[in-house]
């Protein structure tokens, strides 16, 4: 099971989900947490590192003064956990329930409820 990342967790994961290179530098970090607005002390960001590290989302290897750290869990898996633990908190797993509040509730932009049309008759012809 997918654990939930705190705010500060998902952040860095966002930036490191980001990196179109395999590996992921700690000064990289820093500059996309900077860029964002939320600058990082270097303590802190060792500290929330090593978290994802034990929570199973990241792996850090070593080499000479630096860590290169590797993705374990990818977006797409951390949002569809996210989302069936949603689902199953607030909606007591009834998908149908979401997607009428997000309907009726004036949630969608139109070009998102075009969007969602065709992923469910893409669904249906499956």
Do not use: H
């Amino acid at each position: 099971m997918v654990q939930q990342l705190s705010d500060a967790e998902l952040e860095i994961m966002k930036i490191v989900w980001g990196n179109p290179e395999a590996v992921t530098l700690f000064p990289y970090i820093m500059d996309g947490l900077a860029a964002k607005g939320k600058p990082c002390q270097k303590n802190t960001l060792i500290v929330l590192l090593s978290r994802l590290i034990n929570k199973g989302f990241l792996s850090a290897k070593k080499i000479g003064r630096r860590n290169e750290y590797t993705t374990l869990v990818s977006e797409t898996e951390y949002q569809t956990a996210q989302t069936k633990n949603f689902l199953d908190k607030i909606y007591e797993g009834n998908a149908s329930g979401l997607v009428s509040n997000l309907i009726l509730g004036d949630l969608l932009a139109d070009e998102e409820y075009e969007e969602l049309k065709k992923l469910l008759e893409k669904g249906r012809e499956k």
